[in-house]
């Protein structure tokens, strides 16, 4: 992980602990931590675990990011793509602050629409995720890993530059669905990422196939 990210990830943490901090005692005891498709809380937690919990997960990953390159079997193709990974990494981190933001901001009484706001995160998320994907280079804690991308560098290749562009798909699917009502925000978005998350598996299975295939007609 370069300097310049580790800083930001580092500055991301500190506002998020900071802001926390500043709201604690404003929070309630207890704190509404989920809620389901229409925006309604089903979940709640103490307020010292609902309030620091989402720090300390920051903390946690923050570091698991950092030591992941260091013991992938596959690290000596990271190089190759470092400032995806970066990427990668502060949009994850990003978005669990906003995550923290919105849970804050909604046990303090604002009017937040908690689950269009997560959508429009999770959507932009998909979007900076399939504008990656093209780029990435084997390993084994992010892309698309099936048996058969990490069997072979070529379908791991077409793999990703299609999934690449169907994650975008569901992303902008995603976002648009997040403005309609109900629970159809949940609908489209499940509509559109469960199958194109299937659909590589399947993908890459066919792609690996078809080279196998390839590689015997050429060797009879």
Same mark, same amino acid.
């Given at each position: 992980?370069?300097?310049?990210?580790?800083?930001?990830?580092?500055?991301?943490?500190?506002?998020?602990?900071?802001?926390?901090?500043?709201?604690?005692?404003?929070?309630?005891?207890?704190?509404?931590?989920?809620?389901?498709?229409?925006?309604?809380?089903?979940?709640?937690?103490?307020?010292?675990?609902?309030?620091?919990?989402?720090?300390?997960?920051?903390?946690?990953?923050?570091?698991?990011?950092?030591?992941?390159?260091?013991?992938?079997?596959?690290? *000596?193709?990271?190089?190759?793509?470092?400032?995806?990974?970066?990427?990668?990494?502060?949009?994850?981190?990003?978005?669990?602050?906003?995550?923290?933001?919105?849970?804050?901001?909604?046990?303090?009484?604002?009017?937040?629409?908690?689950?269009?706001?997560?959508?429009?995160?999770?959507?932009?998320?998909?979007?900076?995720?399939?504008?990656?994907?093209?780029?990435?280079?084997?390993?084994?804690?992010?892309?698309?890993?099936?048996?058969?991308?990490?069997?072979?560098?070529?379908?791991?290749? *077409?793999?990703?530059?299609?999934?690449? *562009?169907?994650?975008?798909?569901?992303?902008?699917?995603?976002?648009?669905?997040?403005?309609?009502?109900?629970?159809?925000?949940?609908?489209?978005?499940?509509?559109?990422?469960?199958?194109?998350?299937?659909?590589?598996?399947?993908?890459?299975?066919?792609?690996?196939?078809?080279?196998?295939?390839?590689?015997?007609?050429?060797?009879?």
């Amino acid at each position: 992980m370069r300097k310049r990210t580790l800083t930001i990830l580092v500055f991301l943490i500190l506002v998020t602990v900071a802001g926390t901090a500043i709201v604690y005692p404003m929070l309630p005891e207890r704190i509404a931590t989920h809620w389901n498709a229409t925006g309604t809380p089903d979940g709640f937690s103490s307020r010292i675990w609902g309030a620091w919990l989402m720090p300390l997960l920051l903390a946690a990953l923050i570091g698991l990011f950092a030591v992941l390159p260091r013991i992938d079997p596959l690290k *000596k193709n990271y190089p190759a793509f470092q400032g995806m990974y970066d990427i990668f990494v502060i949009a994850i981190v990003a978005f669990m602050v906003f995550v923290q933001g919105l849970t804050i901001a909604f046990n303090l009484g604002y009017a937040v629409p908690f689950s269009a706001a997560m959508l429009v995160g999770i959507s932009l998320l998909f979007i900076v995720i399939g504008r990656l994907l093209p780029g990435l280079k084997p390993n084994w804690f992010m892309g698309i890993r099936t048996p058969w991308t990490l069997s072979s560098e070529t379908v791991w290749e *077409k793999t990703h530059a299609i999934g690449g *562009k169907l994650f975008v798909v569901a992303g902008v699917a995603s976002f648009l669905g997040a403005f309609l009502s109900g629970a159809w925000p949940i609908y489209v978005m499940l509509g559109t990422l469960l199958p194109a998350s299937l659909g590589m598996v399947v993908y890459s299975y066919v792609a690996y196939r078809s080279e196998n295939h390839q590689e015997t007609d050429r060797d009879a």
